[in-house]
């Protein structure tokens, strides 16, 4: 047995888990349905939506000299200390801004501007989020951008091919963690220790937002400066994002106030309800490591939990491929085009697929009506770069998390089994 084995381990861990969260079989607008949409934001921890309404009582700020001023000065540092020891890294910063977009804008920016190297690289897998933000201010800062294309057929980057286009004169390069078009991640530590071996001084901003909820970040494996994500896709909610920042870009040129503390990077009064919120993101990740091994140590517990994690989701994609007893699995759909292909073992909970006689639109509106959420990607400022070279116009995009469960993937199947036969493709 392996250490991470837990003999105790409860039958109804599921059951217990999914009981952590908000609406899990509910939505509260338009009664039961399966959430397969998590890609979209994933379900929210009880313990998130307690603390945030608890903390927006709270009229108090930081730096008085009150018990309330502390104590909200204390959240935010806990959850400061949390969040470095969930990305396992003692240095750094913790930033929280408005989305995960405009951190990405902000990182890039600052080191785009900051960087005395000619050439930016990024990658046509990118989310607009960081393909606009290296566009623009390469494109300012009179610097030569490269996009290395991804493989459309494997819906992922080469980690060779990224490499071959990095020089010495790349000062800022940009990586995304997992696509959430096609759901299939990056070997990221691989690709950033190349990087640097080329390019020592380069600048690595990673995009972790479609990645955070399958866990298993490790910042220090990762040679990066700037790695963001958005916490309402890992079990918080909307209305902040999250970013890790090296020392070395804190020291940036960047927004502050005059006179005020230089490394200071947040602006303006702080929600401590964000803050808090992620704290119990990072506690929910060592419940969840504690419940499925015996290790003691905090980053051992996270490391048991993505363990967890990943191979939840991969029994739940796996059932959703190739199906159980004499349930189809999507892959039995002889014209169904797999986003990243059938087989494909970096592919991260996420489903995303298109029939060329019928449209996505269609099938998701059906799925719904069976209460079922889906959700369509067509090939917009958001989806293109994935959708275009595949020639598609849309898909259907079928995003699960380590809380669905192998009946809600079923379910999925039969509905959609019956919508192929009402429209008469078997
Ligand atoms: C990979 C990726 N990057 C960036 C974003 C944008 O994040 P936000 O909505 O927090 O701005 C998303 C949102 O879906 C995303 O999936």
Redesign the pocket.
Known sequence: MRKDEKLTQPKDLLQVIRNKFCHVEECPFSGKRIFFENAGGSLTLKTVAKSSGDLAAIPDNQGRNNRASREVKDLIQKSKTDALEFFNTEKGSILIGE???ELLFRLIRSAILASEKGTVVGSTLE?P?SRSATTKWSKYASKYLTLIPHCKEYGSINVQQYLDGISSDVGVATI?HTS?VTGISIQIRELTQGIKEISPDCFIIV?G??HAPHGEINISDYPIDGYVI?PYKVFSRHGY?LAWISDRLRNLPHETLLNGPAENWELGTRDVGSYATFSEVVSYFEWLGSQVSTSLTRREKFVDASRFIKNQERKLVETMLYGKDNVKGLSYYPKINIIGGIENKFREGLVSFAFPELSSDFLVEELNSKGIRTHVRKSDHYSSNILEPLNLESCVRVSMCHYNSEDEVIHFLVSMSEIMQQSNLK
């Open positions: 989305s995960g977009t989310h989020a995304i959430p995009d937002i479609q958005s994002g």
